[in-house]
């Protein structure tokens, strides 16, 4: 990263300085929630002796690498719409950057920088409460953390490309709505995507959640193949890289006039 | 990776233009679509001098304030700030230069002395560093002791001085100061043009814009007035007064019933003492190298206003003659 860059980053870390007690908090208490609800409560009435949708594990243990994707994804979600429209529009942070020798590519890769950064606390505090539960079978369980990160950022770039784009927060809320929440529910989190109708499936295939609920479900539960993992992995990959790409464009559209 | 060449001044940093002005710009011109912001405006701004933009709302100042601070490219011209150009060197300037934005960037949630410390990071001024001045720059701005105080509960004015405080982080010799005191109460404006004048003093070169006339007689050795996207006059308050007003001004105040019936009467019986004669809705003005005297005049020809004062020109004469009376918006 750029020295500039880091001053950005670290503009985001002194404004998180305020909320963090709170945001460390419901990330403890989101999957301890989540987890006892469905994976042991709706879980007891989902385990079946022999139940091959699930891989024959528990449903527990099939649901929290999938549930520890979609966090990922869902705190990605927010981090990228409205404290980037923030910084351009409300306490107007980037614009105040802009003035010193900071440079719109050095916005990007700071603020970027900054949600992989909340992303990796949220994925570490996620799996940490996984192994509280016992819902993983594999040490490879950690590199579901990375994966996880790599989740959130795949919808990261591309969603703050479509922030710097936006007047008010209106967008945001279609986003959510329509996008977001129906990939959490529908992305292989709850229930293996071969139960959707077959007309559905092709579109879980080319959306970031499904590789990113595949590959961390691969590392908790130790199965899958290699060739599998480097599939799920580029697209996640290729979904960061041309966001980045379409960050830089937008921001500069956004703020250089 | 502090190795960024941004935070290092290279030859380049100190090399002027032959002219030796710290701003020089020719035919300078900004164009958002089909509409034209600055158009072909030649200035040039001297080293230690205050230099102020006059002109009403949409005259194009702010556009200009924003090409020399290097965030808004030109569309055409020539600018050059601090000897470099903005398009190639635009964050070796920024990193030399102060700016005072119009509507305020604090962040309202941190508290006053993170605001500074955090914008002394992003000239890469080393953490310590950054807090001392900080502090230094509160007891500048009298904020000492607001410093762990939010920005959000600070008054108008307070908000103003802090940004200028944190303009003043990096030890700008460029200080850029869009409408610095729109909005402030008499006491905040005085005590900020107190500040900016020490500042001054102490050599930094100043450019502000203003629709405040008092503010730029205050502030400015030079000025500029511009209007529709074009500079229609420069010079010293002074020069501006001498050039485009008369020496004094009558103001006279008549009933209404008689208004209409002065249309032509004033200019001829005031033949040769008056250098024009304006009506407006309310009052009757008489621009005279001697008020007195047209005074006389006018009372000897049997006219009895209302009212009638004397005063000195000034330069809101000066700019409402320049820039018209309707109402821009």
């Given at each position: 990263m750029t020295a500039p860059a880091v001053h950005v980053f670290e503009h985001r870390l002194v404004s998180y300085r305020r909320t963090f007690r709170g945001s460390l908090f419901s990330s403890f208490l989101q999957p301890a929630l989540f987890l006892t609800a469905m994976g042991v409560g709706l879980g007891a009435l989902v385990?079946?002796?022999?139940?091959?949708a699930l891989g024959g594990v528990s449903y527990l243990v099939f649901l929290a690498p999938g549930l520890l994707a979609g966090t990922a994804m869902q705190t990605a979600a927010f981090e990228s719409t409205f404290p980037v429209m923030a910084a351009i529009r409300w306490v107007r942070s980037y614009v105040a950057m802009l003035a010193t020798p900071i440079g719109v590519n050095d916005i990007v890769i700071g603020q970027l920088a900054w949600i992989a950064v909340r992303l990796t606390m949220v994925a570490t505090i996620f799996v940490a409460i996984m192994t509280l539960f016992g819902a993983?079978?594999?040490?490879?369980?950690?590199?579901a953390i990375p994966v996880a990160v790599l989740t959130g950022m795949a919808f990261s770039a591309p969603i703050a490309a479509f922030s710097a784009t936006q007047e008010n927060a209106e967008g945001f809320n279609m986003l959510f709505r329509f996008v977001i929440n129906p990939l959490f529910l529908f992305?292989?989190?709850?229930?293996?995507?071969?139960?959707?109708?077959a007309l559905l499936q092709p579109i879980a295939y080319v959306t970031p959640l499904y590789h990113g609920v595949a590959l961390a479900r691969q590392l908790s539960l130790g199965t899958g193949t290699v060739s599998e993992a480097i599939l799920h992995g580029g697209v996640l990959v290729a979904f960061v890289v041309v966001g980045v790409v379409a960050c830089l464009i937008t921001f500069r559209q956004r703020l250089v006039k | 990776m502090t190795a960024d060449p941004r935070y290092h001044r290279g030859p380049m940093a100190q090399a002027q233009s032959p002219e030796s002005s710290l701003i020089h710009a020719r035919g300078l011109t900004k164009r958002f679509g089909d509409f034209t912001a600055v158009d072909a405006i030649d200035f040039d701004v001297a080293p230690g001098e205050a230099f102020g933009f006059l002109g009403p709302n949409g005259a194009g100042k702010t556009s200009t304030m924003r090409m020399i601070g290097c965030v808004s490219p030109k569309t055409e011209g020539t600018l050059t700030v601090l000897g470099m150009e903005p398009a190639t060197y635009g964050p070796l300037i920024r990193a030399r230069i102060g700016v005072v934005p119009q509507e305020d960037t604090l962040d309202?949630?941190?508290t006053v002395r993170d605001n500074l410390v955090i914008y002394g990071r992003y000239f890469n001024l080393p953490r310590a560093e950054a807090r001392r001045r900080a502090d230094q720059l509160l007891d500048f701005v009298q904020l000492t002791e607001r410093?762990?105080?939010?920005?959000?509960?600070?008054?108008g004015g307070m908000k103003r001085r802090l940004t200028i405080a944190r303009s003043l982080i990096n030890e700008p010799s460029l200080l850029l100061l869009d409408e610095p005191t729109t909005g402030l109460d008499p006491q905040a404006r005085h005590l900020l043009w107190d500040r900016l004048y020490r500042l001054k003093q102490r050599g930094t070169t100043l450019v502000l814009t203003t629709h405040y006339m008092d503010e730029a007689e205050q502030l400015c050795d030079r000025l500029v007035v511009m209007d529709k996207a074009r500079i229609v006059a420069g010079g010293s308050p002074r020069e501006l007064i001498d050039q485009y007003s008369s020496r004094e001004v009558l103001e006279l105040r008549f009933a209404s019933d008689i208004v209409e019936s002065l249309d032509g009467q004033l200019e001829q019986l005031l033949d040769g003492r008056a250098e024009r004669v304006e009506r407006l809705p309310d009052r009757v003005l008489v621009y005279a190298a001697d008020g007195e005297a047209a005074a006389v005049a006018v009372h000897a020809a049997g006219l009895r206003p209302e009212s009638s004062l004397v005063r000195r020109s000034t330069l809101e004469d000066v700019f409402l003659r320049l820039t018209g009376r309707s109402l821009i918006e």
């Open positions: 385990n079946r002796p022999g139940n091959a993983t079978h594999s040490p490879a369980i950690l590199l992305s292989g989190t709850f229930f293996p995507v071969g139960q959707l109708p | 309202q949630e941190m410093a762990e105080s939010s920005v959000e509960p600070l008054s």
